[in-house]
């Protein structure tokens, strides 16, 4: 079980409240994510839960039980870190084994799950090496070996694919979603990138400054965003914002419009504009169109797009695409 809640939980370090109050339901077995920019609180909110930091104010509970006030190592939580954190002199076996050790465990129950969760993440051929004859995507993997040797209630992981490369954090990725699907443990991944949020999550939490600014799965947060933080920090490339006179011709101080739901014709349309940069990325291309009075507006558009720049072009939002926010910055 790790059904983890927070109800009025806030932080502050001396005068400065990072988290004013927090209230939040992570249910068993869960993906859940912690995303927003640099600095918005996210470790703070995770380390909470792992009792790495006290609460200001509020409770925590899991599974039922309020841990507000309990040791990190009695929540029954394993956390695992962008840096991997494993012992550089101890061979892979050794390091996943070591929470075992501590806790007193017998031989054959450390060999067991130290060689099940060498299956579970493809480590086998690897026991014997030491952390620094392993690539970034196995260091990590050993570090998350050390956790699920523990069995924990709950995962919870911050920024763990920082350091790797593009490539590399697209294949942990997938491991990691695959390692849910197996093991169907809580998890809680604290990230900065969208991305990680959008592919991974069951449920995304954005924050923002402290505060939650919308819960929901990925494709809710997609499709109907609460707010213009929200709007403009979940999808890829990030939605266009127009704000006047064209705005309010679609009943709204600001209209969003993402740049795959605009209609891109040489001929007509509802905007006129220059082709500015294209981007061309094989499978779509990205027009950045410079339109009077409306601003410069990116648009997807086929990977076989013949437009350049310079090139006049035509646009129309989809109008059942377009997203519409009071002054307040609100969805309408
Ligand atoms: N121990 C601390 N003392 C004072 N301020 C802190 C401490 N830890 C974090 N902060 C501040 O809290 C804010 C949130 O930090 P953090 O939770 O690490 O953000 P994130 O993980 O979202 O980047 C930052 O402004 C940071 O400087
Ligand atoms: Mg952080």
Redesign the pocket.
């Known amino acids: 079980m790790g059904n983890i809640v927070l109800k009025n939980v806030s932080k502050s370090?001396?005068a400065?409240t990072?988290i004013p109050d927090i209230d939040l339901d992570i249910a068993d077995g869960e993906f859940v994510v912690f995303v927003?920019p640099?600095?918005?609180?996210?470790?703070?909110?995770l380390r909470l839960i792992a009792g790495l930091e006290d609460t200001s104010a509020g409770t925590i509970s899991i599974d039922g039980r309020d841990v507000t006030a309990e040791a990190p190592a009695r929540r029954g939580l394993a956390m695992v870190f962008q840096s991997y954190a494993l012992y550089p002199h101890m061979s892979v076996y050794n390091n996943i084994a070591f929470p075992l050790k501590m806790a007193g465990e017998s031989r054959e129950a450390i060999d067991r799950k130290v060689k099940d969760a060498a299956r579970v993440l493809n480590l086998g051929a690897y026991l014997e090496r030491r952390p620094g004859q392993l690539s970034g995507g196995q260091r990590q993997r050993v570090a998350i070996g050390r956790a699920i040797v523990r069995q924990p209630k709950a995962f919870l992981f911050d920024e763990p694919l920082s350091n790797l490369d593009a490539a590399l954090r697209g294949t942990m990725r997938l491991e990691i979603s695959e390692l849910h699907h197996q093991l169907k443990t809580t998890m809680v991944y604290?990230t900065?990138d969208q991305v990680e949020a959008m592919t991974m999550a069951d449920k995304i939490v954005v924050?923002n400054a402290g505060n939650i600014e919308q819960v929901g799965s990925p494709l809710d947060l997609y499709r109907k965003p609460r707010n213009l933080f929200v709007a403009g920090f979940i999808g890829s490339p990030r939605m266009n914002f127009i704000e006047g006179a064209p705005a309010a011709r679609h009943g709204a101080p600001t209209v969003g419009i993402r740049p795959e739901h605009i209609l891109v014709s040489r001929t007509q349309g509802e905007w006129q504009g220059r082709v500015g940069v294209t981007e061309h990325l094989g499978a779509d291309t990205f027009l950045h169109v410079h339109v009077d009075g409306v601003g410069t507006i990116n648009v997807r558009a086929g990977g076989d797009v013949e437009f350049g720049h310079g090139d006049t072009i035509h646009l129309t939002p989809d109008p059942a695409k377009l997203h519409r926010f009071d002054g307040e910055g609100n969805a309408l």
């Open positions: 370090f001396g400065t990072i927003g640099s600095g918005c609180g996210k470790s703070t909110l604290v900065h924050l």
